[in-house]
T-cell receptor, first 115, second 110 residues
Framework: GAGVSQTPSNKVTEKGKYVELRCDPI?????LYWYRQSLGQGPEFLIY????????DSGLPNDRFFAVRPEGSVSTLKIQRTERGDSAVYLC?????????????FGPGTRLTVT | GQSLEQPSEVTAVEGAIVQINCTYQ??????LSWYQQHDGGAPTFLSY????GLEETGRFSSFLSRSDSYGYLLLQELQMKDSASYFC???????????FGQGTELSVKP
């Protein structure tokens, strides 16, 4: 079946602009995660959804970052007033449930570049 | 705080065995996962230890000692395609929040 998909694959934006990154998880997976990864680093946790609700948003760096999952499937990560330090690959992952969260299926990522 | 330590680079030859160690200090611990990531690719799940001991999955095995806050990934019969980055990740809650290490870049030489 289809894996996790993310759009766009690449996004270049100017400092101060607003961006939205989309994630389509594996069908039937109730848990969804957002990470960001800088070059040479491991993925850094941002937020975890169980169904429609954010079960843990402790990794969001500040209030410029926000994520939604209104119908418990597709999720959107929203970044306001982008800064150059936001440049990274944003990864989305899903798991069949939160209790199976040790086994996450990752999408190919969105490479965000803020100029 | 949360910290995971793993070697930054490991080199080995085809057909050999390599062990990648991971030590951790986290505020919660439910288990240790291992992921593989090829250059430009997505991380893919390899193995998970929720309890102490050895888990074997084909050429890959993973070990956990909770009392030592230590685990390792063992790769046997190395192949060129195993050249990639390997990440240990601590599951810090009953849900799916994973804290990743910085990764070990494995180079397999002919």
């Amino acid at each position: 079946g289809a894996g996790v998909s993310q759009t766009p694959s690449n996004k270049v934006t100017e400092k101060g602009k607003y961006v939205e990154l989309r994630c389509d998880p594996i069908s039937g997976h109730t848990a969804l995660y957002w990470y960001r990864q800088s070059l040479g680093q491991g993925p850094e946790f941002l937020i975890y959804f169980q169904g429609t609700g954010a079960a843990d948003d402790s990794g969001l760096p500040n209030d410029r970052f926000f994520a939604v999952r209104p119908e418990g499937s597709v999720s959107t990560l929203k970044i306001q007033r982008t800064e150059r330090g936001d440049s990274a690959v944003y990864l989305c992952a899903s798991s069949s449930s939160g209790t199976q969260g040790y086994e996450q299926y990752f999408g190919p990522g969105t490479r965000l570049t803020v100029t | 705080g949360q910290s995971l330590e793993q070697p930054s680079e490991v080199t080995a030859v085809e057909g050999a065995i390599v062990q990648i160690n991971c030590t951790y200090q986290t505020s919660g611990f439910y288990g240790l996962s291992w992921y593989q990531q090829h250059d430009g690719g997505a991380p893919t799940f390899l193995s998970y230890n929720g309890l102490d001991g050895l888990e074997e999955t084909g050429r890959f095995s993973s070990f956990l000692s909770r009392s030592d806050s230590y685990g390792y990934l063992l790769l046997q019969e190395l192949q060129m395609k195993d050249s990639a980055s390997y990440f240990c990740a601590v599951r810090v809650s009953g849900g799916g929040k994973l804290i990743f290490g910085q990764g070990t870049e494995l180079s397999v030489k002919p």
